[in-house]
């Protein structure tokens, strides 16, 4: 079954600093992913969408300076946040379908789980 | 717009008692629904899905659900509960058509007593 590769699964930093998370589509192409946050004992948010080869869409109240989104190949796409703070501590998840269209499902890396100090 | 409401943030069942997770949805197109499992500190992996068709899915793991639409429902069961089910479970709705990400409901945390 399509695989999508989600590395590290564990980081911790310290405060200022940025953190690069990848995400990879391993058996399939993926010209878009999704990415997602989870905070702690609650639901999945969409952050924005990653548009291979363009401008990922963020969603409302997402700033897009602090969550750099890159998708240069039909396989790749990371998440990197910049001048992370504690507040940005959370589980990031990446997603992508293996097929377009809403009628195939989103098929779910393993999250980052991500710490400032 | 679509959203998703999971009825209860935790059930508790007992070993081999019968498991229902309810879910109801809101869209103003013919919805694909979705539920995925979350291990701890893992992504989520797809239950089961329905699209078009047959309004009973059946899943992976023993889980199935039931499409009413009638009553916006989609409703996960399963007849007997193993401790290896004991983890978060999450509604989703798909708009009709499109790439577009999933909406997701709150979650509901299912533990198994043994």
């Known amino acids: 079954g399509a695989v999508v590769s989600q590395h590290p699964s564990r980081v911790i930093c310290k405060s200022g600093t940025s953190v690069k998370i990848e995400c990879r589509s391993l058996?399939?192409?993926?010209?878009?992913m999704f990415w997602y946050r989870q905070f702690p004992k609650q639901s999945l948010m969409l952050m924005a969408t990653?548009?291979?080869?363009?401008?990922?869409?963020?969603e409302q109240g997402v700033e897009k300076d602090k969550f750099l989104i890159n998708h240069a190949s039909l396989t790749l796409s990371t998440l990197t946040v910049t001048s992370a703070h504690p507040e940005d501590s959370s589980f990031y998840i990446c997603?992508?379908?293996?097929?377009?269209?809403?009628?195939?499902?989103?098929?779910f890396g393993n999250g980052t789980r991500l710490t400032v100090t | 717009a679509q959203s998703v409401t999971q009825l209860g943030s935790h059930v508790s069942v007992s070993e081999g008692a019968l498991v229902l997770l309810r879910c109801n949805y809101s869209?103003?197109?013919?919805?694909?629904l979705f539920w995925y499992v979350q291990y701890p500190n893992q992504g989520l992996q797809l239950l089961l899905k329905?699209?078009?068709?047959?309004?009973l899915v059946k899943g992976i793991n023993g889980f199935e659900a039931e499409f009413k639409k009638s009553e916006t429902s989609f409703h996960l069961t399963k007849p007997s509960a193993h401790m290896s089910d004991a983890a978060e479970y999450f509604c989703?709705?798909?708009?009709?058509?499109?790439?577009?990400?999933?909406?997701f409901g709150k979650g509901t945390r299912l533990s198994v007593i043994a």
């Open positions: 997603s992508a379908r293996d097929r377009v269209g809403a009628l195939s499902p989103l098929h």
């Open positions: 058996d399939f192409q993926a010209t878009t």
């Open positions: 990653s548009n291979e080869g363009s401008k990922a869409t963020y």
């Open positions: 869209s103003s197109v013919p919805p694909y």
């Open positions: 329905y699209t078009t068709g047959a309004t």
């Open positions: 989703a709705v798909s708009p009709y058509s499109g790439n577009t990400p999933l909406v």
